[in-house]
C-alpha cells in the first residue's frame, strides 16, 4: 500500500484538524517589500567570496609549520626525557619549585580557552557575531 | 502545496487540471530563474509572486504569527535571490525553494524562539458544555494547533511539514532533507505524543468530534 495512501485510510480527527489549514493571504504590500529588499540585495556590492585558492600556499605553510613545530617539540621532550634518564641531572631545588605550577598555569590556560570558545558559541548563536 | 494562480496555495484534489498547472509553473520558474541568472532583477518579481502563498502560510504553520511569517517568508525569498545560482535543476524548483525555506525558518526560529507552552500545559478543549458547537469545534481545533506547537522541536517540524504538503510524507522528508525513513519515524512520534495529549480525538475516525467528546461526557455521568 502507498504510504500517502496508508496515512489516509487511518486518519483520525487530529490528521482532520490539522490537515485543514485556514489559507493565509499574504498582506498587499508583502510582494512590493519583497521585492524592494531583493533590489536593494541586487544593488549592494557582490560579496567577495574567501580567496581560497590565494589563502592556499599560506594554509599550507601554516600546516606544515605547525606540524614541524609539534614534531621539534616531541623530539626535545624525548631527548630530555631520554637525557633525564641516563644522566639523571638534578634539578636545584629553587628551579623544581619555580616549575612545579607550569602544570596548573597550563590548565588555567586551557580551561580560559574552552571558555573563550563557549562565549563565542554563545554570542554566534545569539546573533552578536 | 502548490501556487495558486492568484499567488495563494491551493489546496485540494490533485487531478489532472493540478498536474498540467504544475508543470507550466515548473516551466514558468525556470523561465523566471533563467532571466534572473542573466541579470533581470525583475524576473523574482514572478517568482515571488507565485510563491508568496505557498511561502507565508508554510512560515505561518512554523511560528502562527502573521506579522512574523511574513518576514520569514521575506527573508527565504532575499536567501533564494542569494542563492538562485545553487539550484542545480536535479530537483523541481519548489523542492528547492521549500529545502532552503525550511532552513531560513529554522534558524530564525532558534536565533528568536518561538514562546510555547508545553505540551502537557496546552489546554484541554472545552467540550460538550460549550453551547456552540462551531465554537467548541474551533477550541478543539485551535488546542490542537498549539499542542503542535508545544512539540519537541525533532518532532514539530515534520508534522507541520506533513499536513504543509498535505499528509505527504515524500514531498515533506525532501522540504527538510531528511530520509524517508527518519521522517516517517519522527512523524509517527509526533502524532503519537498528539494523540496521547488527545486521547478521545485519536480514538474517533471519520465523524465530527463534538459528538464523541458528548459522548464521553455522558459516558462518565
Redesign the interface.
Known amino acids: 500500500m502507498n504510504p500517502k495512501t496508508e496515512h489516509k485510510t487511518s486518519r483520525d480527527a487530529i490528521d482532520r484538524i490539522l490537515a485543514v489549514e485556514e489559507e493565509l493571504i499574504p498582506s498587499s504590500g508583502f510582494l512590493a517589500e519583497t521585492m524592494e529588499r531583493v533590489r536593494e540585495e541586487a544593488a549592494m556590492p557582490r560579496r567577495i567570496p574567501f580567496p581560497w585558492l590565494r589563502a592556499l600556499p599560506g594554509i599550507v605553510l601554516a600546516v606544515a609549520v605547525l606540524c614541524w613545530s609539534g614534531f621539534e617539540l616531541m623530539r626535545a621532550v624525548l631527548t630530555a626525557a631520554q637525557e633525564r634518564a641516563s644522566v639523571q641531572v638534578q634539578l636545584s631545588a629553587a628551579t623544581a619549585r619555580a616549575m612545579e605550577p607550569a602544570g596548573w598555569v597550563a590548565l588555567a590556560l586551557f580551561v580560559s580557552m574552552l571558555s573563550w570558545l563557549f562565549a563565542r558559541r554563545l554570542a554566534g548563536r545569539s546573533g552578536l557575531l | 502545496m502548490q501556487p495558486g494562480p492568484g499567488?495563494?496555495?491551493l489546496?485540494g484534489s490533485r487531478g489532472a487540471l493540478f498536474e498540467m498547472h504544475a508543470a507550466i509553473s515548473a516551466e514558468e520558474d525556470l523561465a523566471h530563474v533563467e532571466r534572473v541568472l542573466a541579470g533581470e532583477?525583475q524576473a523574482?518579481?514572478g517568482i515571488?509572486?507565485r510563491w508568496?502563498?505557498p511561502l507565508?502560510?508554510m512560515a505561518?504553520?512554523y511560528c502562527r504569527d502573521?506579522d512574523r511569517?511574513?518576514e520569514m517568508?521575506?527573508e527565504a525569498?532575499?536567501c533564494a535571490?542569494?542563492g538562485l545560482a545553487s539550484w542545480r535543476r536535479e530537483s523541481s524548483f519548489s523542492t528547492w525553494l521549500f529545502a532552503l525555506a525550511a532552513n531560513v525558518f529554522r534558524s530564525e526560529l532558534?536565533?528568536f524562539p518561538v514562546v510555547n507552552v508545553p505540551l502537557e500545559e496546552v489546554a484541554e478543549p472545552a467540550g460538550p458544555t460549550t453551547q456552540h458547537e462551531g465554537l467548541a469545534e474551533k477550541q478543539?481545533?485551535e488546542a490542537?494547533?498549539r499542542a503542535?506547537m508545544a512539540l519537541p522541536t525533532r518532532y514539530r517540524e515534520p508534522?507541520v511539514l506533513y499536513?504543509?504538503h498535505?499528509?505527504?510524507?515524500?514531498a515533506a522528508s525532501r522540504t527538510m532533507g531528511l530520509p524517508e525513513g527518519t521522517m516517517?519515524a519522527r512523524l509517527a512520534r509526533g502524532?503519537e505524543l498528539?494523540?496521547k495529549r488527545?486521547p478521545h480525538?485519536?480514538?474517533?475516525?471519520?465523524t465530527a468530534?463534538i459528538p464523541?467528546l458528548r459522548a464521553e461526557k455522558e459516558a462518565l455521568r
Open positions: 499567488g495563494s496555495g489546496t532583477v523574482f518579481e515571488v509572486r508568496q502563498g507565508v502560510n505561518w504553520r502573521r511569517a511574513e517568508a521575506q525569498f532575499v535571490w542569494r532558534q536565533r478543539i481545533q490542537v494547533r503542535v508534522v499536513y504543509f498535505e499528509m505527504d510524507v515524500a516517517r502524532r498528539l494523540r488527545f480525538l485519536s480514538r474517533e475516525s471519520g468530534v464523541v
